[in-house]
Nanobody, 124 residues
Framework: VQLVESGGGSVQAGGSLRLSCAAS????????MGWFRQAPGMGREGVAI????????NYTDSVKGRFTISQDNANDTVYLRMNGLKPSDTAMYYC???????????????????WGQGTQVTVS
């Protein structure tokens, strides 16, 4: 499975961005896909997750009400709509995917098998 992110950029506080993650390869077996972020000097943080089968989602507390994860299974693409961006959202954002229900169940641990290269989001 290969993951390619796009949509990052620089925005002012309060602005919006939509990130995309296109999956290719043996995507049929993917159970969930998620977004993670890592700011300079900080550890990686789980942002949101979505289950492919039923669209169940989960978010880290700091983005609830501002970010929305969604998917287009026909095109193997996951999106992260980010509204009300804050400087604290500045980070490299990574898309991740995994086949395992146990990995997806503890998505916050970030033990995903497949990762993209990341896309930078800068909020000033």
């Amino acid at each position: 499975v290969q993951l390619v992110e796009s949509g990052g950029g620089s925005v002012q506080a309060g602005g919006s961005l939509r990130l995309s993650c296109a999956a290719s390869g043996y995507t049929y077996f993917i159970t969930c896909m998620g977004w993670f972020r890592q700011a300079p000097g900080m550890g990686r943080e789980g942002v949101a997750i979505i289950y492919r089968s039923d669209g169940r989602t989960n978010y880290t507390d700091s983005v609830k009400g501002r970010f929305t994860i969604s998917q287009d299974n026909a095109n193997d693409t996951v999106y992260l709509r980010m509204n009300g961006l804050k400087p604290s959202d500045t980070a490299m954002y990574y898309c991740a995917a995994d086949k395992s229900f146990s990995v997806c169940g503890r998505w916050d641990l970030g033990r995903f098998t497949y990762w993209g290269q990341g896309t930078q989001v800068t909020v000033s």
